[in-house]
């Protein structure tokens, strides 16, 4: 198989998160005004309520299927076998996660009432497991996953303002949100016959894929319920206001990950290729490239957006949200820890088949949050929750250091600091004199601040050299030949 460009993959699916976050920004204004709080909340609910039964559907296959399916991908007739192992599995916990769907549905009366609702939510189970997206990504067609998300995402949203236009279309709201989130499961799915072979191979072996499957579908609960405790404890040691503080904070914190996290999607399946080919030379070399680059870019973001907590707070959920302000500052070292610890848990633990080290941190996680949240939030509030994830998510971080010490005193060798120290020592003071500026309107003030201080900060990489921006730059613009 040829190997795709690392850079142009990074560029896609960077692409892809950017349109994730823009596509709700877009319709969600008009949804709230259109449905109101009722109609949109029952949406949410029903999503929310089927995202649980998807997650024992799938169980740990959206992680280990790319390691497993990277692993062979040489090998077009152990590939096939491997993806029709994985696929049966994801179908038949689909049909027990159904069976369970529809008897809680005529179990809660409450959930009875929005059978019709849920069940057109409930497609989402299916769709994921069809959609097999752990082979796209285990085989680096990040080209086609973006091209084919973003497309039903445009869909999504024009299918949104011509079915739902007054407060009785919720059917049609629950319908466009599954469309565009996961329509094209689909075409991956008809798709597949290109990439695999998919008559039955027959000699399955299902036995050598639970012990991992179930250890990452146990990481997935472990970290849904440590990132999701500190706003149930909030909401039940306090009152929704505050929970509606705290989540002003953590959606912003939310988009930053989710953009410093990209790249881990793009490298797992490389390193697990490397791994297992034993090309130590190359592993070490992209996990050095991405420790490089979670500093260069969560480091600036962490400056940059604890300085402006208060405007960002004001312009994304107004005035009247200024107390997420303290607990937005709290939370942005999170931002560096959790890209450090996705480089040593998804990007390192992982494609070496380490993968109970990594749980073990995020249970460790889970401990730390749940008895620091118990101590700060009567006494801080949202302020105390923030405390709470940051020092759980320290902690993670920290654990994983310690299982990789000995490859991360390599690692550390490579990584260019002498860059990072000078762009923060020309950015920072910048950063001080623009934020003296008053301005009337938010936006301005938002937009021209980041543009002087991450255009300081990228010009000061490309001045000094530095390998991954200047790289990057070059790949966009073309010049850059294709390669590893």
């Not at 790319?66 to 692993?71: G, L, N, S, W």
């Not at 749980?359 to 460790?364: C, F, T």
Request: with cysteine; proline share 4%.
């Amino acid at each position: 198989m040829k190997s795709k460009s690392i850079s142009l993959n990074f560029i896609m699916n960077f692409l892809l998160t950017a349109s994730s976050i823009l596509f709700p920004l877009i319709t969600f204004p008009y949804v709230s005004r259109v449905l109101g709080p009722t109609g949109t909340g029952a949406v949410a609910m029903g999503t929310s309520l089927v995202s649980y039964f998807t997650m024992v559907a799938m169980l740990g296959v959206p992680t280990y299927g790319i390691r497993a399916c990277a692993q062979v991908r040489d090998d077009k007739k152990r590939l096939s076998k491997t993806v029709q192992e994985l696929l049966i599995i994801n179908l038949i916990m689909a049909l027990v996660s159904y069976i369970a769907f529809f008897i809680l549905l005529w179990l809660v009366p409450a959930f009875r009432e929005e059978s019709t609702l849920y069940t057109i939510c409930s497609a989402a189970i299916i769709l994921n497991v069809i959609g097999v997206n752990w082979v796209y990504q285990a085989l680096e067609e990040y080209s086609y996953i973006t091209f084919v998300s973003v497309l039903f995402k445009a869909l999504g949203l024009g299918l949104m303002f011509l079915l739902v236009r007054n407060a009785g279309d919720v059917l049609w709201f629950g319908f466009v949100t599954v469309v565009s989130s996961f329509g094209s499961a689909v075409f991956n799915f008809l798709r597949l016959r290109k990439l695999i072979d998919l008559h039955p191979c027959g000699h399955w072996n299902f036995r050598r894929h639970l012990y991992p499957i179930f250890t990452f579908f146990f990481m997935s609960v472990a970290t849904t319920v440590y990132t999701n405790l500190d706003t149930v404890m909030l909401g039940v040691m306090k009152n929704n206001e505050v929970v509606g503080y705290y989540n002003a904070a953590i959606k912003i914190k939310t988009i930053l990950v989710t953009l410093v996290t990209s790249l881990g999607t793009v490298l797992l399946p490389r390193l697990s290729y490397y791994y297992e080919q034993g090309k130590e030379k190359e592993f070490l070399s992209l996990v050095s490239k991405a420790f490089s680059f979670v500093l260069l870019f969560s480091i600036p973001c962490c400056i940059y957006f604890s300085v402006y907590a208060k405007p960002v707070v004001e312009f994304l959920s107004g005035p009247g949200y200024l107390p997420a302000v303290a607990p937005m500052i709290i939370l942005m070292p999170t931002i560096l820890f959790i890209g450090l610890s996705n480089i040593t848990g998804i990007q390192v633990l992982v494609p070496t088949g380490r993968e109970t080290l990594v749980l073990r941190s995020v249970i460790l996680g889970a401990v730390v949050d749940f008895l620091l949240n118990l101590i700060l939030i009567p006494l801080l509030g949202a302020s105390g929750a923030a405390i709470g994830t940051l020092c759980a998510e320290f902690a993670v971080t920290l654990l994983q250091f310690w299982y990789l010490r000995k490859l991360l005193t390599t690692i550390i060798r490579s990584i260019e600091f002498k860059e990072l120290l000078i762009m923060l020592l020309v950015s920072t003071p910048v950063i001080w004199l623009v934020s003296n500026l008053r301005m009337s309107k938010l936006f301005c003030q938002l937009f021209i601040s980041a543009v002087v201080y991450f255009g300081i900060c990228g010009l000061v990489l490309l001045a000094l050299g530095e390998k991954i921006t200047n790289n990057l730059i070059k790949r966009i613009l073309g010049i850059l030949p294709e390669r590893n």
